[in-house]
């Protein structure tokens, strides 16, 4: 009788314990931390896309274009922002020291060779290549920009040579070797050939002494007026990019070649020039002739020392100070600049940019990265995305800086990623433009009380 009193208390108390379990859980779930404050007391997020961006494109005065992994050559015809040429200034780099090309040499052949690692335009317009033998030095410690020139003789080593870039070409057949890789073969005259072979056999006793005596070359192409690509070229792939001069030692000898090359310890750069008369009116109007206010409808970027946009946002205090109440401050919870894509959907040969940079204007010579960056790629962006056909950046913490008024900005520079050597243009919608997307700011924020 003890044993079962005892076992039907304890199943009371089982059944008490979980009705009492059962009771606390009953309670509706709330947000976490809303018992914390009133409902008057709630932060609320707000949305604006109307903050005003003043925006206009401008022309980059300098930019260094020497000494990068890439350089590009060639010519295109931009039916808004006119033409480019793009061409080539080096020195060349002896492959092995002491070299002797005999007592009576006889020149086969000279061929400058190309490593071929992209294009940006239209490959099929035929290109006139101009091969010049410099007249001056190259300078290892000056600083070389997109319009920096060095006299040259007056020959034209390539004679007007023409090709069209072909950049998925493999398996070329040269001789007895078979190329693997995409190249532009350009022939040059025989008399550089000679001029080498007949140089004293102290010239080749090191390359400091070579470049004393050759002091490089200059490669260009004419300009054209109709569609036209720029070559992307890898100066440095040393086995690939070349000048090869073929040669017997005597009329009778086996062939043999001998070849020249770049690499990073020569001097090499870009030389681009462009002739923006030929560009639309709008774009003249905007870029050359500095009626900034078009803009607001349409901008312009391109590579190559050419065109860069400059953003402000003129209102943001005015906006930040009519929004606050007394004893409150505002906080930047996300900020986005959204960069559209304005121009034509034909424009299928001339591709939007990979990515855009953005550079905050302390004073007329110095720039400095946004605090977004610092975040991170993933989240500051810059990446151009093919199925918004946008590019957006992260400028929370930039807006927010400024508000505070802890952060000096004259503005925002925007350009292509890499502008000394690709060939990328953009045209983008203005804030102002009557397109479906245009440049804005979506902005998410706060009001907190204090």
Known sequence: MKTQFFSNIFKILIVSVLAIFGFSCSKTTETIGNGLLSDSDHIGVAFTDTLHIACYSQLVDSMPTKGYSTVLLGSMMDPVMGMTDAGVITQLHLS????????????????????????????????????YELADTLSATESYYQF???DTKYEDLANGFQFRPRPRTKNTVVGNDTLTYPVIRIPLSNSLGEQLAAADSSIFSSTESFKEYFYGLKICCESVYQGGAISYINPTSNTITQLQVYY??????????????????????????HDYTLGSPEFMQQVIDGQTEMGQQQLYLQSMGGVRCVLRFTDVLDWAENLKEEGSHLIINEAKLVLPFGGAESDTLLAPPTSLALLNIKNDTVTSLLPDYLEGTSYYGGNYSSDKKNVTFRVSEYLQELILGSYTSQGLYLSITGA???????????????????LRCEVKYSIVKE
């Open 148 to 150: 920096s020139d060095i």
């Open 420 to 438: 000394s050597f690709n060939a990328q243009r953009w045209v983008m919608a203005g804030p102002e433009s009557a397109q479906e997307q245009a």
């Open 248 to 273: 017997r030692e005597t009329p009778d000898a086996n062939p043999m070649r001998y070849y020249f090359y770049i690499t990073s310890e020569d001097v090499y750069f870009n030389q681009y020039l």
């Open 96 to 131: 092995s020291t002491n070299h002797y090309f005999g007592d009576n040499p006889v020149i086969d052949s000279v061929v400058l060779q190309l490593s071929l690692t992209g294009y940006y335009g239209d490959t099929t317009t035929w290109q006139t290549v101009h091969v």
